[in-house]
């Protein structure tokens, strides 16, 4: 199906470019029920318009604000990308954003020595580009995840467990499964290497998991997951009464099913 085009029209009588939205016959910029939500966040906009970027390595954001104008006088969207070799390739971070800044996260965005960003503005005829000079951004250890078991959750005495791990990183994506090592630490130590570690035969007690990621620049990440095994329990109950014939409700759960008998 055909992308309906917005029916808004500048002052000079072009027609916008920009795609309808659904249900209406104007884009975002234009649509008419939401002038009170693009005026508060032209409001709130230009309140901040005076900021410069700003990267905070240990929060690990990158503040950044910029200025714009339309001759007329449309509202104006942005989309802000990043690259990290330089300008060659580039990684959308925010889209149809109308706010003139924004605080980004670099959590996820790939380390380099030859970062940039841009600012794509587009009043849904015509679209400008600014693009930043070229800034260092510190690469990131990696992110291992755990699962398998939930913290602190409580697991029967006997069963069955095996964890499961991963790790993310920004520069090098999934890692593989050689770069993974678990310690598991409590009443029954385990220690391995890989995706999965099973564990068998814990005895009861309190246990923390770490899982352990190594990327390619030697930089590692941790995860910790702490669950407990509970102590084996025999609950109360009348004794069965040795009368020849298993029929006693003593009996009952051994999976007998019925009376026996017993052969002298």
Request: hydrophobic fraction near 35%.
């Amino acid at each position: 199906m055909a992308t309906r085009r917005c029916t808004a029209k500048s002052k000079s009588g072009k027609r916008c470019k920009a795609a309808a939205i659904q249900g209406s016959d104007y884009c975002f910029a234009h649509e008419p029920t939401l002038a009170a939500k693009r005026a508060e966040w032209r409001r709130k906009g230009g309140q901040q318009s005076g900021r410069r970027a700003v990267l905070d390595e240990a929060a690990q954001t990158l503040d950044l604000s910029w200025s714009s104008d339309d001759a007329d006088d449309d509202l104006l969207i942005f989309v802000v990308q990043y690259s990290a070799d330089d300008g060659a390739t580039w990684h959308t971070v925010l889209f149809q954003y109308p706010w003139l800044d924004a605080r980004i996260s670099t959590r996820l965005l790939p380390g380099s020595t030859s970062a940039r960003l841009r600012v794509l503005a587009t009043d849904g005829a015509n679209t400008t580009i600014a693009t930043s000079d070229p800034f260092t951004l510190a690469k990131h250890a990696p992110e291992p995840q755990i699962g398998g078991v939930n913290e602190g959750e409580r697991l029967a005495f006997g069963q069955r467990v095996d964890l499961q791990g991963l790790a993310l990183d920004a520069e090098e994506g999934s890692l593989p499964d050689s770069s993974l090592s678990w310690t598991v630490s409590g009443p029954s130590p385990v220690t391995g290497s890989g995706s999965l570690l099973p564990l068998p035969d814990l005895s009861p007690g309190p246990y923390t998991a770490t899982l352990s990621a190594t990327d390619g620049d030697e930089q590692v990440g941790t995860a910790t997951r702490q669950f407990e095994v509970s102590a084996l329990t025999v609950p109360d109950a009348a004794a069965p009464v040795l009368d020849g014939t298993c029929s006693d409700a003593g009996y009952a759960d051994s999976g007998g099913g019925g009376t026996h008998d017993v052969v002298e």
